[in-house]
Nanobody, 124 residues
Framework: QSHFVESGGAWVQPGGSLRLSCAAS????????IGWFRHAPGKKREGLAC??????SYSDSVKDRFIISRDDAENTVHLQMHSLQSSDSATYYC???????????????????WGRGTPVIVSS
């Protein structure tokens, strides 16, 4: 059974950058689609980006600031975040797509095997 552990969350000032990591076990990350999501208090869980066999896909809200990448040797997927704003404060999660499609989309309802998340706080 696949298992994912997120790390890298921290407090950062507005305008700063942060790199999150999603370490996978029980499955090779290059054989599935993995997505990054976030959940802020009082808001719905939001899909941000995903990466799979056909490449990466981003939500409109982050496509110009976030970059998803995959390290097959480390069996890890990263999310590099730039120009962070207070509205980016949330707990960030990674998860596995239920279906392996050529082109992934970060739709929350299509993912499971969620990690426990890593918190990101953007504040001065």
């Amino acid at each position: 059974q696949s298992h994912f552990v997120e790390s890298g969350g921290a407090w950062v000032q507005p305008g700063g950058s942060l790199r999150l990591s999603c370490a996978a076990s029980g499955v090779a990350v290059d054989s599935i689609s993995i997505g990054w999501f976030r959940h802020a208090p009082g808001k719905k869980r939001e899909g941000l980006a995903c990466i799979g066999i056909g490449g990466a896909s981003y939500s409109d809200s982050v496509k110009d600031r976030f970059i998803i990448s995959r390290d097959d040797a480390e069996n890890t997927v990263h999310l590099q975040m730039h120009s962070l704003q207070s509205s980016d404060s949330a707990t960030y999660y990674c998860a596995r797509a239920r279906q392996l499609l050529r082109f992934c989309e970060p739709n929350v309802e299509d993912y499971d095997d969620w990690g426990r998340g890593t918190p990101v706080i953007v504040s001065s």
